[in-house]
């Protein structure tokens, strides 16, 4: 089976940095696009970064784009989010998600992906 485990999350103050890691399992192959989406309690799910399957394109939420990186390693089937400049706001339960195809789809809509590992915390004061 594919699985998907995050890793990295934390408590930090305001301005601090955190490094999320996604490890995946179960395929040989490489997995298609990848993404790093965030849940906090009372709210909807929101895709914060996605990347494609080579890791040749990159796109983020306007929220984070400056502070936070996406990268991937597919020797490793693992994918990473940097996250720099930490606000109150980006407390969240943290999500990685992954879909086989590399073609078509909504990035940051959760329902194209049909991979999700269990979240990690990260809680910024």
């Known amino acids: 089976h594919v699985q998907l485990v995050e890793s990295g999350g934390g408590s930090v103050q305001a301005g601090g940095s955190l490094r999320l890691s996604c490890a995946g399992s179960?395929?040989?192959?490489?997995?298609?696009?990848m993404g790093w989406f965030r849940q906090a309690p009372g709210k909807e799910r929101e895709g914060v970064a996605v990347?494609?399957?080579?890791?040749?394109?990159?796109l983020y939420a306007d929220s984070v784009k400056g502070r936070f990186t996406i990268s991937r390693d597919n020797a490793k089937n693992t994918m990473y989010l940097q996250m720099n400049s930490l606000k109150p706001e980006d407390t969240a339960m943290y999500y990685c998600?992954?879909?086989?195809?590399?073609?078509?789809?909504?990035?940051?809509?959760?329902?194209?992906?049909?991979?999700w590992g269990q979240g990690t915390q990260v809680t910024v004061s």
């Open positions: 998600a992954a879909r086989r195809s590399w073609l078509g789809g909504m990035w940051f809509r959760p329902s194209e992906y049909e991979y």
């Open positions: 179960g395929y040989t192959d490489n997995m298609g696009r």
């Open positions: 990347i494609s399957s080579t890791g040749s394109t990159t």
